[in-house]
Nanobody, 116 residues
Framework: QVQLVESGGGLVQVGGSLRLSCAASGFTFSRYRMSWYRQAPGKERELVAGITSAGGSTSYGDSVKGRFTISRDNAKNTVYLQMNSLKLEDTAVYYC?????????WGQGTQVTVSS
């Protein structure tokens, strides 16, 4: 069955870094656009970063531009999110998303907490 399993979340201090991973299985990963979303308590889910199926193009939310980098390894069916210069407002549950035409798959999320 389809699975998206996020890992790499945790507690980090302001200014620190984390690398999230999302391992995919059960579908043809290389056909799907992959994205990271996040949702903070009391807020709507927001798009953090996206990457096209072949990895040739990326996009970022304004709040993370210049600090976060999305990448993928289609040979390993994995997408990554490198997060640098973390801020308190980056605290959220981070979700991996796979999108192709009318299909969307979601992971269970991984908590990222940035502390001062």
């Amino acid at each position: 069955q389809v699975q998206l399993v996020e890992s790499g979340g945790g507690l980090v201090q302001v200014g620190g870094s984390l690398r999230l991973s999302c391992a995919a299985s059960g579908f043809t990963f290389s056909r799907y656009r992959m994205s990271w979303y996040r949702q903070a308590p009391g807020k709507e889910r927001e798009l953090v970063a996206g990457i096209t199926s072949a990895g040739g193009s990326t996009s970022y939310g304004d709040s993370v531009k210049g600090r976060f980098t999305i990448s993928r390894d289609n040979a390993k069916n994995t997408v990554y999110l490198q997060m640098n210069s973390l801020k308190l407002e980056d605290t959220a549950v981070y979700y991996c998303n796979a999108h192709f035409t009318f299909v969307d798959y979601w992971g269970q999320g991984t908590q990222v907490t940035v502390s001062s």
